[in-house]
């Protein structure tokens, strides 16, 4: 079974707590990988990732306990191909809107007759074409998670959880608080509200629903709300926070313009 499908049916509570990998570092993602985290999206979609860099995080954390899901800069074949053939088996895809983009991300990556993943034999993804049989069998061992990021996406949210191949939802507060109008306000009534009704009706569906908060205190408000998987912050929003309150500990001003405010 796929790891990250695998932490999913694990029952616990709470619910499997990830982060975010933002800085590109596979020094910095080891490290949070022995911290206790079950999961983290190594995100390619608003960081400096290329193709090998993204395999040099997945080397960097295979030796750790986290469960790595890579978040594609988009909904691309040619994207989601490489970075399958590098070895990811759990992928996010940003902004999904509806079923017709659910079923395409879906084809992109599965083998024929399942999709149109282009072949090759000899990837990362094969351990370089020693897996036993991995042309026949990769397509049973992927997890595709659709990031709905808007009103009008989680108005298809049954729709798009109905498509074959799709394994989880995941809401991103970001950019459906901004698409709502409530730019940088994440934790706005309104956004809240469309948060909760979205988990509802995910559980309706039996379809696992997740999504990520930049605080203790907001990740806890999301699993009141019934969230399957949630994360906190990123490597880069924790080292900052924890860097300017051990400078406010001790009496130093923060440098102009320096303070850590929204964002993950």
């Given amino acids: 079974m796929n790891a990250f499908q695998e932490l999913l049916q694990q029952p616990a509570s709470p619910p499997a707590l990830g982060t975010w990998i933002m800085s590109a570092s596979p020094l910095v993602a080891e490290a949070m990988g022995h911290a206790g985290f079950g999961w983290a999206v190594i995100d390619m979609e608003h960081t400096p990732l290329d193709q090998m860099e993204l395999i040099h995080l997945l080397q960097a954390v295979a030796g750790t306990p986290m469960r790595p899901v890579v978040r594609v800069p988009w909904n691309d074949p040619v994207t989601i191909k490489r970075v399958l053939d590098a070895g990811a088996t759990t992928l996010l895809v940003p902004f999904v809107q509806n079923a017709e983009e659910a079923r395409d991300a879906v084809a992109a990556t599965r083998y024929p007759p399942e ?27 992927l997890c595709v998670i659709v990031q709905l990021e808007t009103a009008e996406a989680i108005g298809q949210l049954e729709a798009i959880a109905a498509v074959p191949g799709v394994d989880a939802l995941f809401i991103g507060p970001g950019d459906l608080s901004a698409t709502m109008g409530h730019v940088a306000q994440l934790t706005h009534p309104a956004v809240l509200e469309i948060t909760a009704q979205a988990v509802q009706r995910a559980k309706a569906v039996g379809k696992p629903i997740g999504t990520v908060g930049g605080t203790v205190e907001v990740v806890q408000r999301y699993r009141a709300m019934g969230f399957d998987f949630t994360a906190i912050a990123s490597d880069l929003g924790l080292l900052m926070r924890s860097a300017q309150a051990a400078i406010g500990a001790l009496g130093q001003p923060p440098a102009e313009g320096s303070t850590v405010s929204g964002g993950y």
């Fill in 115 to 141: 999709g149109r993943r282009g072949m090759a034999g000899m990837s990362r993804a094969s351990r370089f074409g020693t897996a036993p049989d991995y042309l026949r069998t990769a397509n049973q061992g």
